[in-house]
């Protein structure tokens, strides 16, 4: 399997080329230059296998420069029921009639960003060990993809974290939860200033090359083709669960912020995966929804970009959205770089509404969309818990809201829970007045010893600190 950039840079890569890349060369994303067909024999060979096993099946078709039986092993290392909390790693379970929720959020940090996460974990440590490399992974978070990074990397050979984060502007949950970890690879840094800051500063120490290189800089943002690689896995997981036989179609509504989990969805789709239609669930910050719905693409300034109760859908421009419209628009390269690097490098938006390929998009394609608010988010969260007894956090509230506008009689709908509602315990709190039950193993996190250090908002200041640390 090779892959190729969707901005046609002529170069064709394996696996483990791109694995510890970002971006390709010429600013655009990876992706498999076709997407392997899984015939209906396939689906049904899968359909009894436990999740490490699919895993690994779903894997090997886009990835031949892994040994096959190092492969399994670390799936089979990754998806355990001691690290996801079941057998079943995502669970389905009914909710009412036809709608489902997917539980993906059992891992560690008790969100979805553990599900591919804790692969890349695996996958970064063989890789360094097999080149005898090493690699300072610098990030920035102002909460749920930072800590899944850490407990990704922890005691990982080869690979350090550094990971800022706006001093103080974090839930205490969330800080406890980072800094609590004792392990030598893991270094927070605490920035006075604001996630801008710490952003700004991730992107000016990428920016000095001569840096990057002597102290092997990467990153693990949700652009990696191996995140959303492991993220397929749990759509056919899902589609096995909610199903008794491999002719029936599924849809699927996702939580929507950087287009990422519902870009795996369509890959699933691509590859012969009976799903009827992907929902894009967005918040306020809607630029998503205003595609699908108008066919133009308008990317926010911050001015535009709303904090809302659903805050890891708070995006102003969906980085992965760029490897949806590729395919959109029949695999053309050229075109995909006059979309994405004239049109909105110069006007911040294009508009395919007039184009076949956009009014083909929910039939060919099977997405659809919709849009929550505060007070939709609200009012999901408390009806769930009413008829249902059951707590969702809300950006699977969005998930729900939207699910139910794009229903369709005998095709089950299945909701995927991209957190539970601990993490998002003040938002609980307006819902129902009380906060929801803490998993036994967060018990008391915030009373333990904190690993972290505070610097300024200054990039120098960081590098210093990274150059301390790297021997
Ligand atoms: C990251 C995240 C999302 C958005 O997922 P994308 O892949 O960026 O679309 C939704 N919900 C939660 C809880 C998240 O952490």
Known sequence: MNYLSTRGHPDRKRFCEILLEGLAPDGGLYLPEQYPQVDTATLAKWRALPYAELAFEILSLYI??????????????TYTAEVFGTDEIVPLRELEDGVYLEALSNGPTLAFKDMAMQLLGNLFEYELARRGSELNILGATSGDTGSAAEYAMRGKKGV????????????????AQMFSLQDENIHNIAITGVFDDCQDIVKAVSNDLGFKRKYRIG?????????????????FAGYFQATASNDKPVSFTVPSGNFG????????????????TLVVATNENDVLDEFFRTGVYRVRGAADTHETSS???????????ERFVFDLVGRDAARLRKLFVEDLGVQGSFDLSGD??????????????????????????????????????????????????HIVPGVPMVVLETALPIKFAATLVEALGEEPARPKKFEGIEALPKRVVKLPADAEAVKAYIAQNCD
């Open 64 to 77: 031949d420069d892994i040994p096959p039986a190092d492969l399994k092993a670390l799936c089979a290392k």
């Open 160 to 175: 350090r974290v550094f990971m800022t984060s706006p001093d103080g502007r974090m839930s205490p949950f969330q800080q």
């Open 219 to 235: 990153t693990v943002n949700s652009i990696n083709w191996a995140r959303l690689l492991a993220q397929v896995v749990y759509y």
């Open 261 to 276: 989990n519902v870009c795996a969805g369509h890959v699933a789709r691509m590859m012969g995966l009976p799903v009827q």
């Open 311 to 321: 805050p890891s859908m708070d995006i102003s421009k969906a980085s992965n959205f």
């Open 356 to 405: 076949p390929a956009f009014q083909q998009a929910a039939g060919r394609f099977g997405f659809k969309s919709s849009r929550s608010t505060h007070a939709d988010r609200l009012a999901v969260i408390r009806d769930t818990d009413k008829r249902f007894a059951t707590l969702v956090d809300p950006h699977t509230a969005d998930g729900l809201k939207a699910a139910r506008e």
